[in-house]
């Protein structure tokens, strides 16, 4: 028979392993959305890449993914494709996508 101490302590372990399996499933969104992205952007002309095509692995700042994923959904800045990509991520979703590049790139 578990006594309260017992039950006590497997309810704080059950709380910090949900809490951990939160924090990874934020982390592995914002990597299964960028996964996406990188279908056109990763790569330059030289490696096989697109050369119209920015490559988002190699230096590209997050400030810089935030505000012009904000410009292509709100329309401020003109687009082929990303336009209609944009329109479907949240502010949230498009921070925590630039977030992801930007640690990725240092
Ligand atoms: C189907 C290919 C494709 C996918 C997928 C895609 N992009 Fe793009 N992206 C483009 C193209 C093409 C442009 C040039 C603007 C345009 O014509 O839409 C662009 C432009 C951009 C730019 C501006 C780059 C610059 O410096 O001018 C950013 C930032 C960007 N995309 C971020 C993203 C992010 C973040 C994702 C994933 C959520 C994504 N893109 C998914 C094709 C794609």
Do not use: W
Not at 26 to 46: P, Q
């Amino acid at each position: 028979m578990p006594n309260r101490l017992t039950v006590l302590r497997a309810g704080i372990a059950a709380g910090i392993l949900l809490s951990t399996a939160q924090a990874g499933a934020e982390v592995s969104r914002a990597e299964l959305i960028v996964s996406t992205c990188l279908a056109c952007h990763s790569g330059n002309a030289s490696d096989g890449g697109n050369a119209t095509i920015p490559d988002l692995t190699e230096g590209y700042p997050g400030f810089l993914v935030a505000s012009q994923m904000k410009a292509f959904r709100d329309g401020t800045r003109p687009a082929t494709v990303m336009g209609r990509h944009a329109s479907g991520y949240s502010d949230a979703e498009i921070q925590a996508l630039a977030d992801y590049i930007d640690v990725m790139n240092r």
